[in-house]
């Protein structure tokens, strides 16, 4: 199976070389890895330069954006700075983070999974994060979701889900449109990737409303929003984080901002979202 993966990178000099170092111990070795270095001012180029001299399938892409590092349309707009010099000679695409340490049998095991069920349209391991001199399992996790830091896909899947939203909630979207398409989605607990800046550490107070309005593009409707911003504020401990997502929400509303989602797929994502807060209370 013929991996491609993309990594977008933005002043990764702490990390960049270990998540590299971790991709070349691979027991099966990726077919492509592009890193865009997205307007870094650190040594992540020659980080990567130094790793694309030793392996002829790693290949470095530099891309000059804006410095605001806003959660979802910057870092998707670098993957597909990274997607635009690859052919289509792939079976696996992987949009993968800068800050990852992945385990010798990582791509391995999540290409047996794909090889044994046809219907498998994107696949993951979880992600832990360094607490007290001990890797524990990321907070944020949750064995029905693919965290965006390591998300995977067959070729026919990101095809059919339309590749990749340059929005916030692209992470989420993906796998909505990949269960309406009729895809399955797996996590393997077995797979520990190590996660070395935890999420959301960087994100700026500019990007504190577009939750919401994600929340919105893909068409959850006032009630769902209303909880799943009640529960995402709960689980990172910040009420004031559920006043930022439902104003979010509400200026998508008043702007009238285009979904990213039919109204057709909108229904069936309500649908979702309805049967699995249901089944919790069952």
């Given amino acids: ?31 492509r890895v592009v890193i865009v270095n997205d307007n870094s001012t650190d040594g992540t180029q020659t980080i990567v330069e130094s790793y694309a001299s030793k392996h002829d399938w790693v290949q470095l ?41 992945f385990p010798e049998k990582y791509l391995k095991k999540i290409a047996n ?8 349209g994107m696949a993951a391991g979880f992600c832990y994060i360094e607490k007290n001199g001990d890797w524990v399992l990321e907070n944020l996790t949750n064995k029905d979701h693919i965290r965006g830091a390591l998300k995977a896909y067959t070729k026919a899947c990101f095809l059919q889900i339309g590749k990749l939203k340059p929005s916030m909630g692209w992470d989420t979207v993906d796998e909505l449109l990949a269960k309406y398409y009729g895809w399955d989605i797996l996590t393997d607990e077995s797979l520990h990737v190590k996660h070395l800046k935890p999420t959301g550490i960087s994100y700026n107070k500019a990007s504190k409303y577009l939750q919401g309005e ?69």
């Fill in 61 to 101: 892409v530099n891309s000059q954006s804006s410095n605001k590092h806003l959660p979802g349309s910057k870092i998707i707009n670098a993957f597909y700075k990274g997607y635009d010099v690859l052919d289509d000679d792939y079976d696996i695409i992987c949009k993968f983070d800068a800050d990852l340490i």
């Fill in 113 to 120: 999974h794909f090889k044994s069920n046809p219907k498998l």
């Fill in 214 to 282: 994600a929340m919105y593009k893909m068409r959850y409707g006032f009630t769902i929003t209303l909880i799943s911003a009640l529960k995402l504020a709960y689980k990172k401990k910040s009420f004031s984080l559920f006043k930022d997502y439902m104003a979010g929400y509400f200026k998508a509303q008043k702007h009238n901002i285009e979904p990213l989602v039919s109204v057709e797929e909108g229904q069936f994502i309500r649908d979702l979202r309805w049967k699995g807060m249901l089944n919790k209370f069952s």
């Fill in 1 to 31: 199976m013929n991996f491609y993966i993309i990594i977008p990178a933005h002043n990764e000099e702490d990390s960049i070389g270990l998540t590299l170092e971790s991709l070349t111990k691979q027991a099966l070795l990726p077919k």
